[in-house]
């Protein structure tokens, strides 16, 4: 994922990517890079994922998993809600981004198709309120 330089989506960067593992950033031990099939360039390295890294997400997502399934309802909720809301704010950022992957007019790419690509519920009112109706 771009990384965040304090944990703050406001100072992303969408040249510099890292693993999160267990709420930490991690530094991969490999990388690769792809092209930008419009300039030809080589885009920022990435991480590569090895199976320790792997072992390692398995293992805190499974820790994480039973402090999250006792979060109530209502906290998951307005956790998913903030999360989506951040994504939606720097929609624009990951639409440029996915333009750079895809090499298609940022036109062909907007932003709000992004959003709405990975959040219906941020820009559609019946979901939106299926959100926050839901009950555990």
Do not use: C, Y
């Not at 593992?21 to 360039?41: C, E, S």
Request: aromatic fraction near 8%.
């Amino acid at each position: 994922m771009p990384s965040a330089t304090n944990g703050n989506a406001a100072n992303l960067s969408f040249d510099t990517f890292q693993n999160v593992i267990d709420g930490k950033l991690v530094t991969p031990g490999q990388t690769r890079h792809g092209i930008n099939p419009a300039t030809k360039k080589a885009l920022p390295d990435v991480p590569v994922a090895i199976q320790q890294d792997v072992d390692t997400a398995v293992k805190a997502g499974k820790k994480a998993f039973v402090t999250w399934s006792r979060t109530p309802v209502e906290e998951r909720r307005d956790a998913l809600l903030k999360f989506a809301q951040a994504f939606q704010d720097l929609s624009s950022e990951f639409a440029s981004m996915l333009t750079k992957e895809q090499g298609k007019p940022v036109s062909a790419n907007s932003a709000t198709k992004v959003t709405r690509a990975n959040f219906p519920f941020s820009s559609n009112s019946q979901q939106r309120k299926w959100v926050l109706d839901i009950r555990g």
